[in-house]
């Protein structure tokens, strides 16, 4: 997660505004290659791990009050850029998720 504007701080109790839910943010993480440290506070411009028990996808938005959203994420055909192949067909679902993620709920038939 990038922190855009204020203070983030441990513990914080936000607003993830796509589900409407409130999360408690109780253990961000920094990590330095294989060092995680766990992060009191960040400041604008900081990026900090989360936990995602699932709720988390591409471009949502946490704030601490109301409903705030960015702008719309600009989505670009896929064969404009790469062709994408599994390397280790055992990450089967892994790589379906993250290929779904990526095109927006597009299911992949293959």
Same mark, same amino acid.
């Given at each position: 997660?990038? /922190?855009?504007?204020? *203070?983030? @701080?441990?513990? #914080?109790?936000?607003?993830?505004?796509?589900?409407? #839910? *409130?999360?408690?943010?109780? &253990?961000?993480? &920094?990590?330095? +290659?294989?060092?995680?440290?766990? /992060? @009191?506070?960040?400041?604008?411009?900081?990026?900090?791990?989360?936990?995602?028990?699932?709720?988390?996808?591409?471009?949502?938005?946490?704030? @601490?009050?109301?409903?705030? &959203?960015?702008?719309?994420?600009?989505?670009?055909?896929? @064969?404009?850029?790469? *062709?994408?192949?599994?390397?280790?067909?055992? *990450?089967?679902? &892994?790589?379906?998720?993250?290929?779904?993620?990526? +095109?927006?709920?597009?299911?992949?038939?293959?």
């Amino acid at each position: 997660m990038r /922190v855009c504007s204020g *203070k983030f @701080e441990r513990d #914080k109790v936000v607003n993830h505004v796509r589900t409407g #839910k *409130k999360v408690r943010l109780s &253990q961000p993480q &920094q990590f330095l +290659a294989q060092d995680r440290h766990i /992060v @009191e506070e960040a400041y604008p411009g900081d990026i900090i791990g989360l936990f995602d028990p699932g709720i988390y996808k591409i471009g949502d938005t946490l704030c @601490e009050d109301g409903t705030f &959203q960015f702008a719309k994420l600009p989505r670009f055909s896929p @064969e404009l850029f790469a *062709k994408v192949t599994a390397r280790d067909v055992t *990450k089967y679902k &892994q790589f379906h998720k993250g290929l779904s993620q990526l +095109a927006g709920k597009v299911r992949c038939n293959s």
